[in-house]
């Protein structure tokens, strides 16, 4: 595209009718379409806005982008996929990019999970996960199995099961009941005495202790799945309490109850080990994924399973679908060559020892925020952190918008949820850019009344 060509581009966006055409996501509608915040271009560790400005991307796109922006070995192979099989139906049929990133995925995954089904996001990864757990009972002979228990302040994509699932009331409050018979574990945030904790609280493993509570409420034999996030990364990254995970498998295991691990957010990476379960090491019974899957460059996600899971499926006639379910864009040709060449690359470059080994470095910067006006909590594991503020009286999440919007201006693109702001830079960052993205949110943060 020439300058010419992308100048009049540009000018139709800002076009008031055009912009009203769009309803963006988890977006303020109105906020943003006064005074828009456009990216264009994207390369290694920075966003170029359409003022012409680079920004600093501590948020890996979404918590995607472990590679960084824009990988030229990523780019070429959906290029060569796109110009070569741009569509295979999933559907009886199949194609080799498809088996290699199978392969590649259960080859970093726990040693007990061997089956690999692909989505199109985390959230249908979440809804296909509740669905496998749901028919593997009735698959046993347990159809009175179909409670499904989530956690206050869990975040689970935003289709019908997940938000079900989900403990996040703003994200709950529109749509009414949902999907009977779920319950919830409460939330593991104890800030009275883990406050500024680096890495996993020392308090809160009793919290798991809650599943026996719903368990003689609801009777085990009613119970199908627990689904649970290693790191909660969306309410405000909260990180596991010591002995928790490990709590909530024993007595999963003891009560036949599937264990579901979100790791959607901490899924190639994020907490330096591939997966969050050997980061903790809790192994679950399924492993949701997505966003690092494809460093964030094509939709894709993908249901981790056991090897006991996948086998009692693999009953009955052969000429019928075992499960009947999946997408038309599941395992998708361009999906799979962008997943090949980020695994490779990930593999090729360490990226998950590297982000284990800058780990320290950003923990210390990220705490050097205490004592900072306003800021009440700070936690991080891995390359993840939240830094809580202190709410606004009578405006809850202004304060933090406002941190925002200023560190954008400044040329920094940090993530909010409510009044906490989320970091996860790509696995690329450099000490000189934690150190950069730290200086800015300290003298915002300062500077917001």
Not at 303 to 320: C, K, R, T
Request: charged letters at 20%.
């Amino acid at each position: 595209m020439n300058a010419a060509t992308e100048a009049h581009h540009l000018q139709i966006m800002l076009d008031g009718e055009s912009m009203a055409a769009h309803w963006m996501p988890f977006t303020a509608n109105r906020q943003f379409k006064q005074a828009p915040r456009l990216l264009v271009a994207s390369e290694g560790m920075y966003y170029t806005t359409h003022d012409g400005r680079r920004v600093l991307d501590m948020i890996a796109g979404l918590w995607c982008c472990n590679a960084g922006h824009r990988r030229e070995p990523i780019v070429r192979a959906i290029q060569e996929m796109a110009a070569t099989l741009d569509m295979a139906t999933p559907f009886n049929m199949g194609h080799p990019a498809a088996f290699t990133a199978a392969a590649r995925v259960i080859a970093m995954a726990p040693a007990n999970m061997k089956h690999v089904m692909f989505t199109n996001s985390g959230s249908e990864s979440v809804d296909t996960a509740l669905k496998i757990a749901l028919a593997w009972h009735r698959q046993r002979g347990q159809g009175s199995r179909t409670r499904l228990i989530g956690r206050v302040r869990g975040y689970h994509g935003v289709n019908l099961g997940g938000t079900a699932v989900g403990g996040i009331v703003g994200n709950r409050k529109l749509f009414g009941a949902l999907v009977a018979g779920v319950d919830h574990l409460p939330s593991t945030h104890l800030p009275e005495v883990n406050a500024f904790s680096r890495g996993q609280p020392a308090h809160g493993a009793y919290l798991a202790d809650e599943l026996e509570r719903l368990v003689a409420l609801h009777d085990a034999s009613t119970i199908a799945a627990v689904i649970v996030e290693p790191v909660a990364g969306s309410t405000g990254v909260l990180i596991p309490p010591k002995g928790y995970l490990e709590r909530l498998r024993e007595i999963c295991t003891r009560h036949g109850i599937l264990l579901i691990f979100d790791e959607v957010i901490t899924g190639f990476g994020r907490t330096g080990a591939a997966f969050a379960a050997q980061r903790y090491g809790v192994m679950p019974d399924i492993i949701t994924c997505a966003k690092g899957l494809t460093n964030g460059s094509v939709p894709m996600g993908g249901v981790i399973v056991s090897g006991d899971i996948y086998e009692a499926f693999m009953q009955g006639p052969e000429h019928l679908p075992e499960l009947p379910h999946g997408y038309t864009y599941s395992a998708h040709p361009l999906a799979c060559a962008a997943a090949n060449a980020t695994l490779k690359l990930y593999a090729d470059e360490g990226l998950f020892a590297r982000a284990h080994a800058m780990a320290p470095t950003f923990e210390d910067a990220v705490h050097s925020l205490r004592g900072t006006r306003h800021v009440i909590d700070i936690r991080n594991d891995g390359l993840v952190a939240g830094i809580e503020l202190e709410p606004r009286p009578g405006a809850p999440g202004a304060r933090a918008f406002e941190v925002f919007l200023a560190c954008y201006q400044r040329g920094l693109l940090v993530r909010t949820t409510g009044d906490i702001i989320a970091l996860s830079p790509p696995f690329i960052v450099e000490e000189a850019q934690i150190a950069q993205a730290v200086d800015t949110l300290r003298e915002v943060i300062a500077q917001t009344a």
